[in-house]
């Protein structure tokens, strides 16, 4: 198991009707639904299991601007200030930090990537510093090797996903909003071709505009109201060691072997970055082919899993009916099984990297499922087939470090204000294009 998770109380009561309803609490849809409630509008947060309990809780806690798709990167740096704006108006506690992010390798071709991006950086005034040989061991100093480079980008941080989508859940209900938790959004209904309610476990709610943040889910979901959306989930691994001295160990590391996070009770969280299983489900098969340039990139990294995709039914290709229960309320949480073969892995490579985690034993283990989208960036925007509808899904790993600007992205999208930064290179209608799986050049 891995840290617990921040409790959140729900709201006593559902409502007969709001100004709009998000479908789903990570940070996605707690950080829309206080951004909406902030404005005023009259907000209900649904969430089928417990706020943040699946891929919000399970992540690094990176936020970082370092090496984000050109597209991406509006979001990202929007999210460091918003990061640090909620925790000054809100007093609460995330976790978040700008400890800076710190990248090692003795790979050429990595560094020349790296180098690559950071010249496109300073086009947008995003800070990154490639490091050389001395700059690179002497920040690197904890692991006692020599490297060839790195990189360093001094106003990124970490936040601690324990923590985050509680707290974010908090605010929202101290701003008139309302939190749900296990209460399932079963489906849709519709008056003239528009939403006109979300229908959960608990009851509906009337409503002309609903939210659906619904992470690994999002597709089972849009496939109930004929809304084609590609997304392809893969099951990752992390881990954390107990508690320690620093001894000049960095607050967040990343190597082309292990990476690691340093949260505030001293304790480190370690994964492999990009390591994980592909469990293949019916909704995997569907959309295979729209994902083969990603999987044909990632393929060292990438292994076949087992039925574990299939028995979590969160990538079934069946259709519910909206006075039953769902797959949604026979699994209120992803909880997959962590890869024991990746926790040893894991564990040794980090042993080996960083000497003065010896001695810390694994005190947690944990797997996620990480929904992607072809292209590696997420699908947010009105849903053309069923007006009132906004999609923001499909954040393929990001979404923990992007989680404030894309909140206050949608909420600018519903609300119809000028948006934070242009959102049409979310936009979901992409996917149905010609150019499945192209990545944009930075």
Known sequence: MRALLDP?????????????????????GTFTAYQLARRGLQVALVEKGRIGAEQSSRNWGWCRQQNRDARELPMATSSLDLWERFGADENE????????????????AELE???????????????THMLSSDEAARRGRATGQPWKGGVYSPTDGTADPSRAAPAVARAVMRHGGTVHQRCAARGLETEGGRLSAVVTELGSIRTKTAVLAGGAWASS??????????????????????????DDLPDALHTKDISLTRRNDGSY???????ARVDPTGQFLRFAPQFLPMFARRWRSLAPGG????????????RWKLDEPTPMERMRVLDPT??????????????ALVPALRGREVSAAWAGYVDSTPDGVPGIGEVASLPGLVLAAGFSGHGFGIGPGAGHLIADIVTGVPPIFDPKPYHPDRFHASAWGQVAEY
């Open 8 to 28: 959140v109380a729900s709201s006593p009561q559902l409502p007969a009707q709001a100004d709009v309803v998000v479908i789903g609490g990570g940070i996605i």
């Open 93 to 108: 506690d995330t976790g978040f930090r700008r400890c800076g992010l710190l990248y090692l390798s003795n790979d050429e």
């Open 113 to 127: 990537g790296w180098a690559r991006w950071g010249r496109f950086a300073r086009t947008v005034n995003v800070q």
């Open 221 to 246: 979901f849009c496939r109930q109201h004929g809304i084609r959306f590609p997304q392809a989930s893969i099951r990752q691994t992390a881990l954390a060691v107990s508690p320690g001295p620093a």
């Open 269 to 275: 969280t370690l994964a492999i970055g990009g390591r």
């Open 307 to 318: 039925l574990e995709g299939i028995r979590s039914g969160h990538e079934s290709l069946s």
């Open 338 to 351: 962590p890869d024991a073969t990746t926790v040893r892995l894991t564990h040794e490579r980090a042993l």
